[in-house]
């Protein structure tokens, strides 16, 4: 058994279907269970990239005794470039058919491959394949992600529905090609990946959607996509790029306008006091009491503190 796992094994080195990349920095607390996860996948036909992004911590220790314990991960060290330059080292070292995103501090379930290649397979001519999965709280607590664009059906996404709300992307996967037509991952941009999958579907990439969740999604306020104001100048950013970079059609046009609307509207709200004060009361109990413990008693201060005008729409963090 043990040289018939190892022989699995060193083919998928040789070809691997997948390329996971992780990029890492300063994540030590967290990329052991990230990289446990991927060693645990019932499919063995992958390869991962973890590309040390210049950490100072133990990030690039414990990325290479993993991958003298296992012949599929690999590691690049480079100076600190931020998380699209690491995607970017990652994706140009990779050799296999698809690429998928997973962030050093999130978890690829054990089905997660197996799942996505049966997909693939079954939805073939596709250039970029996502699922559903669960946010992760402190203390194990999941919560299934409800996104509007999750439901119980396959689906596609075209780019005006992307440019309204980003599908579920941890996990992600698309053809290695794609990467090139797009031109990579812009450096310096705060929201990378989401500027990636904009361009590629304003370049013509197509989506497909499988509804079954299959990662885990570390939540904590102190994470980056908690950062909520930053993120949704960012988002303006980005797809006002998008509408000077490419021609688009009048319905994508229409959407770009309505989400900077929205976005301008969230960051107003975002910014009055009394919901400053709540955000900062809501991280505070989910610190102290983990989100499941905090859940109920969140529910009972939002019923009792001021609430929004009905045209005011509050990001949920």
């Not at 959607?209 to 104001?229: G, I, M, N, T």
């Not at 929205?262 to 900062?280: H, Q, T």
């Amino acid at each position: 058994m043990v040289l018939v796992r190892a022989a699995v094994i060193a083919e998928a080195v040789e070809a691997p279907r997948f390329s996971i990349i992780v990029p890492a920095y300063q994540v030590a607390p967290t990329l052991a269970e990230t990289l446990d996860a991927l060693v645990a996948q019932s499919l063995a036909d992958w390869e991962c990239i973890v590309v040390d992004d210049g950490s100072t911590d133990e990030t690039l220790a414990i990325a290479s005794a993993y991958a003298r314990r296992d012949p599929r991960i690999r590691v690049i060290h480079q100076r600190n470039q931020g998380t699209a330059g690491a995607y970017n080292a990652g994706v140009m070292a990779a050799s296999g058919d698809f690429i998928v995103i997973c962030s050093a501090d999130d978890i690829l379930l054990p089905e997660h491959l197996s799942r996505m290649a049966a997909f693939i397979d079954s939805e073939r001519g596709y250039d970029i394949y996502s699922t559903n999965g669960y946010s992760w709280w402190p203390g194990d607590y999941r919560e299934l992600c409800d996104g509007p664009w999750e439901g119980p059906e396959i689906r596609s996404l075209v780019l005006s529905d992307v440019i309204r709300c980003c599908f579920y992307s941890v996990g992600a996967t698309y053809k290695r090609d794609l990467f090139s037509s797009v031109g990579g991952y812009r450096v310096g941009i705060f929201g990378e990946d989401y500027d990636f999958w904009l361009r590629a579907l304003a370049k013509g990439a197509r989506h497909r959607y499988l509804p079954e969740a299959l990662s885990l999604f570390r939540r904590s306020p102190s994470q980056k996509s908690a950062k909520l104001e930053a993120t949704f100048l960012s988002d303006i950013r980005l797809i006002s790029d998008l509408g000077r970079d490419f021609d688009l059609s009048v319905a994508e046009k229409t959407a770009v306008a309505e989400r900077i609307r929205e976005l301008e509207s969230k960051i107003d709200v975002g910014r009055r006091p009394w919901v400053r004060a709540r955000r900062a009361v809501r991280d505070l109990l989910v610190r102290v009491l983990g989100r499941r413990r905090a859940g109920p008693l969140l529910r009972t201060l939002k019923s009792i503190l001021v609430r929004p005008s009905p045209n005011e729409t509050l990001h949920s963090g």
